[in-house]
């Protein structure tokens, strides 16, 4: 089954310090993976995804295929950082994306 | 050039009643979607559209019908709403399907039935 995980509801973090928010993903084909973010608000937007293999905002997240991983990293975070993440999966079905339950990510200052 | 709008933005249903809502895209984006969003599950998929005159369910249909008739809208309806129905709806569009395609989303419905 395809299946996305984030095992954190929340996360709270001091500003400057690393974050890493964790996302799993079952899937039996290649993975096309995400990441989404909503800022208080705002409209849901795309962060990053893992064939672009870019840097957005400080953000970069790595696809590990042997650990079927995508978590989303930031070396320092900063207090606008603080919105709701949610990791995606193309489903393969006609481009609709499975989602995962979101990680809210608090940055103190 | 708006992206995609939702209205309402708010409604207050009673049980039993019926409502549609409304997501218009001006980007001539091929696929649309609708969500819903509840605290601790995440977005989960209702239905979806790869194209005018086209529709298909998602991973929660029940209780919700859609209608693509124009390219640029895609509406949702609550035949006989529940409480079971109070969320926060969004609308969704993209070009086309797959990585190259990010979904653009509107502002969201935040439905209470009573």
């Known amino acids: 089954a395809q299946r996305v995980t984030q095992p954190e509801k929340l996360l709270s973090v001091f500003k400057g310090a690393p974050v890493e928010l964790k996302c799993n993903y079952s899937?039996?084909?290649?993975?096309?993976l995400f990441w989404y973010v909503q800022y208080s608000r705002q409209r849901l937007q795309l962060l990053l995804r893992?064939?672009s293999r870019e840097s957005i905002k400080g953000f970069t997240a790595d696809l590990n295929k042997g650990e079927t991983s995508f978590h989303l990293k930031k070396p320092f975070a900063q207090e606008e950082d603080s919105a709701m993440y949610y990791c995606a999966l193309d489903g393969g079905s006609q481009g609709n994306l499975i989602f995962g339950k979101g990680t809210k990510l608090s940055v103190k200052p | 050039n708006a992206g995609v709008t939702q209205t309402p933005k708010f409604r207050v249903l009673k049980t039993g009643q019926s409502m549609t809502l409304l997501c218009a895209q001006d980007m001539n984006h091929e696929y649309m979607y609708w969500y819903r969003q509840d605290p601790g599950m995440g977005l989960r998929l209702i239905h979806y559209?790869?194209?005018?005159?086209?529709?298909a369910k998602g991973e929660v249909p029940d209780g919700y019908n859609v209608s693509r008739l124009k390219k640029q809208n895609f509406l949702l309806g609550l035949e006989s709403a529940a409480p079971s129905q109070t969320s926060v709806y969004f609308c969704a569009s993209s070009q086309r399907g797959g990585a190259n395609s990010p979904l653009h989303f509107g502002n969201g419905t935040r439905l209470t039935v009573t």
């Open positions: 559209s790869v194209g005018e005159g086209t529709t």
């Open positions: 899937y039996s084909g290649s993975p096309e």
């Open positions: 893992h064939i």
